[in-house]
Nanobody, 122 residues
């Protein structure tokens, strides 16, 4: 089994910063892409940022220039540094990882974390 555990959410004022962390654990052979998604109340799940195993990052337009995604392959961890936060960034943020489980014959599987709430409000 593979688990993703997120942390770092909370309440922050507009213009503030938060750093989200997601750690993958369990029977992991390798991890390919990792990423962050979010879902605001009444809205669909949307991509925030992704990063390949080689460290290449990509961002949604709303995150470009304000958020930075990074990963530590040795620790199976992905981070999302969020700066200049806006009220419209309020959402539950989910970590996603494309994992090759140990003993999985090389087949990739997608895993999700449980989500962490980010609220941007004065």
């Amino acid at each position: 089994q593979v688990q993703l555990v997120e942390s770092g959410g909370g309440l922050v004022q507009p213009g503030g910063s938060l750093r989200l962390s997601c750690a993958a654990s369990g029977s992991i052979s390798s991890i390919n892409a990792m990423g962050w998604y979010r879902q605001a109340p009444g809205k669909q799940l949307e991509l925030v940022a992704t990063v390949t195993s080689g460290g290449r990052a990509s961002y949604a337009g709303s995150a470009q220039g304000r958020f930075t995604i990074s990963r530590d392959n040795a620790k199976n961890t992905v981070l999302l540094q969020m700066n200049s936060l806006k009220p419209e960034d309020t959402a539950v943020y989910y970590c996603k990882a494309t994992v090759v489980p140990t003993g999985g014959y090389g087949v990739e599987r997608i895993y999700w974390g449980q989500g962490t709430q980010v609220t941007v409000s004065s």
